[in-house]
């Protein structure tokens, strides 16, 4: 899998406040989430940033293609491993105490949702994301206080609880068991085409012989 500067924009940029405007940002055609107002946006590279403040809070959002070595394909977990290196890219960047970090489940996706506190300047800002890797596509979207926040926060649970896929449970790809069997399948007609190949060059070789004998 291909490592990505995740978060680097989120963690330098400056965030100015704004006016109370809720807006629904979509995020890379597959899913959508709900801001106080509406965000400003970054795109960088493979990425897509989202970020607005309001009432002493940081909201942000994040897109990130990730791009598979031929080695993932062979890994069946392979959100276990995206949702790791998520983690630690974040603790990483921010130097930063891990507060909790659990699995989750929202809308049919297995996702991650965790805490820390980092300290970009002389402020301890307490960051509080959920993320979910799916179609190729992270998601990563969270809230930044500057002091902690209980589970419950209104304003935590509703962003939170605004975040919802925008295709069919049909569409959604998660692990790599699908394409697993597929390039399984692949691998395995490969090889008979080339057993079959080998007889056939074998089969010319020994009828060209017997005729160069007569």
């Known amino acids: 899998?291909?490592?990505?500067?995740?978060?680097?924009?989120?963690?330098?940029?400056?965030?100015?406040?704004f006016c109370q405007h809720s807006y629904k940002q979509d995020l890379s055609h597959i899913a959508t989430i709900i801001f106080p107002d509406t965000p400003k946006v970054k795109e960088v590279k493979s990425s897509d940033f989202y970020s607005e403040a309001s009432?002493?809070?940081?909201y942000i959002a994040e897109t990130t293609t990730i791009k598979k070595r031929f080695t993932d394909i062979f890994t069946s977990h392979l959100t276990d491993s995206v949702y790791r290196e998520l983690v630690n890219v974040s603790l990483?960047?921010?130097?930063?105490?891990?507060?909790?970090?659990?699995?989750?489940?929202?809308?049919?996706?297995?996702?991650?949702?965790?805490?820390y506190t980092a300290q970009p300047g002389t402020k301890i800002f307490y960051r509080y994301h959920q993320a979910f890797y799916f179609n190729n596509r992270l998601i990563l979207y969270?809230?930044?206080?500057?002091?902690?926040?209980?589970i419950g926060d209104?304003?935590?649970k509703a962003f939170f609880g605004s975040f919802m896929p925008q295709i069919k449970k049909s569409d959604i790809r998660?692990?790599?068991?699908?394409?697993?069997?597929?390039?399984?399948?692949?691998?395995?007609?490969?090889?008979?085409?080339?057993?079959?190949?080998g007889f056939m060059?074998?089969?010319?070789?020994?009828?060209?012989?017997?005729?160069s004998r007569k």
Do not use: H
């Not at 899998?1 to 406040?17: E, G």
């Not at 130097?95 to 949702?113: A, C, H, M, Q, W």
């Not at 998660?174 to 080339?194: E, R, S, T, W």
């Open 142 to 150: 969270g809230c930044w206080s500057p002091g902690p926040l209980s």
């Open 174 to 197: 998660q692990d790599n068991k699908p394409a697993f069997v597929a390039y399984l399948g692949y691998g395995i007609g490969f090889l008979l085409f080339l057993v079959i190949v």
């Open 201 to 211: 060059v074998f089969g010319v070789v020994f009828i060209a012989k017997k005729l």
């Open 92 to 115: 990483k960047i921010a130097g930063g105490t891990i507060l909790y970090k659990r699995n989750i489940d929202k809308n049919g996706l297995s996702g991650v949702e965790f805490a």
């Open 1 to 17: 899998m291909k490592k990505n500067s995740i978060l680097l924009f989120l963690f330098l940029c400056p965030f100015p406040a």
């Open 154 to 156: 209104k304003d935590l």
């Open 55 to 58: 009432g002493g809070k940081i």
